[in-house]
C-alpha cells in the first residue's frame, strides 16, 4: 500500500506556483538573470530550503542564483538545453529514451523539483542525445545555468563536506 502511495505521489501534479514565488518576477528584465542585486533576501529566503539549493550556504545561494535564467513551459513541451544545465525549480519532466525503438520510446524518468537536467550528475540521462525531456505539467519552472557556472556550483558542495570532514578529524585529534 505504502508503494502505491509513493507512486500516486510521485506523479501528481504540483500546485500552481504563486506568483510571488515565481523566479521570473525577480529577474532583471534586460539579461533575463535572476536580479539578486536588488532582490537578493527575496531569492534566498524563496531557495534555501528547496530541494538542491538547500546545501548551500546562504552567501553562495545569494551569489551564484545571479547566474541563473528562469525559464517556463508548457506540458508535453519538449526541452532543449543547448549546454546548459537546469535545475527543476517547480513542476516536472519526464525523460524518455528511443535508443531501442525511435517510434515507441521509452519513459526512463520523471524528474521534479531539485532534479538536475543536462549534467553528469544524473548518470548522463539527460545528456544522452537518444533522450528527450518533455515537460509533464504546465508552468513547470527551470532555472537554466551556463555548464561552466554550475560546474563550479556543484563542486563547491564537496569542498564543503571535506571542510567538515577536516574540522570533525582536527576536533577528534
Known amino acids: 500500500m505504502e508503494n502505491t502511495l509513493q507512486l500516486v505521489r510521485h506523479f501528481s501534479k504540483a500546485t500552481p506556483l504563486e506568483k510571488s514565488k515565481r ?3 525577480y529577474i532583471n528584465r534586460e539579461t533575463g538573470y535572476l536580479n539578486t542585486a536588488k532582490y537578493k533576501v527575496m531569492l534566498t529566503t524563496l531557495m534555501r530550503n528547496e530541494p538542491f539549493f538547500k546545501r548551500y550556504d546562504l552567501p553562495t545561494l545569494s ?3 545571479g547566474y541563473g535564467k528562469p525559464a517556463y513551459f508548457k506540458k508535453d513541451e519538449i526541452l532543449f538545453l ?8 517547480h513542476g516536472s519532466v519526464r525523460i524518455k529514451h528511443h535508443a531501442e525503438n ?10 521534479g523539483t531539485g532534479k538536475i537536467l543536462g549534467h553528469d550528475s544524473d548518470g548522463g540521462i539527460t545528456t544522452n542525445s537518444q ?6 505539467e504546465d508552468a513547470t519552472e527551470i532555472l537554466f545555468f551556463d555548464r561552466s557556472v554550475f560546474n563550479k556550483l556543484w563542486k563547491i ?7 567538515q570532514i577536516i574540522e570533525a578529524n582536527i576536533e577528534c585529534n
Open 157 to 163: 558542495q564537496f569542498l564543503r563536506t571535506d571542510r
Open 102 to 111: 525511435l517510434l515507441d520510446p521509452i519513459t526512463l524518468a520523471k524528474y
Open 82 to 89: 543547448d549546454g546548459r544545465v537546469g535545475v527543476v525549480t
Open 63 to 65: 551569489k551564484f542564483l
Open 131 to 136: 533522450s528527450w525531456i518533455i515537460c509533464f
Open 23 to 25: 523566479l521570473g518576477e
